[in-house]
């Protein structure tokens, strides 16, 4: 989510980020954090990436807020990746599971 304001509606938190505002605090899906705003008009970011556990940056230079990945000890979900099927080099087809069972790092790049 990336915010203007440290300070958002309810509206806005949820059509942004997928979390909305119930009698429970904050849900999204079958989840559910407790979490009470004094006001549904003015949520205080801040409050809400305590209330998730996700870091909160400010851009001071261009006066942008905007909320960190979910975290919790791991960088993702699982270590199991995806077989990825890529020309090589050469061209020729390869598959990401012919290294089954071996360590492998994958580097990825992207000019955005």
Do not use: Q, Y
Not at 5 to 16: D, G, K, Y
């Amino acid at each position: 989510m990336i915010a203007r304001s440290p300070v958002v509606s309810a509206a806005e938190l949820e059509r942004v980020t997928g979390w909305h505002l119930t009698a429970e605090g904050l849900c999204r899906e079958d989840r559910c954090i407790p979490f009470s705003p004094t006001d549904e008009d003015a949520i205080d970011l801040v409050a809400v990436a305590n209330a998730l556990g996700r870091p909160l940056v400010r851009d001071e230079r261009h006066g942008l807020f905007a909320f960190g990945a979910e975290h919790g000890g791991h960088a993702l979900a699982s270590a199991a990746a995806p077989d990825l099927v890529l020309p090589d080099v050469d061209g020729r087809r390869f598959s990401l599971a012919s290294l089954r069972g071996r360590k492998v790092l994958l580097v990825a790049w992207a000019s955005w």
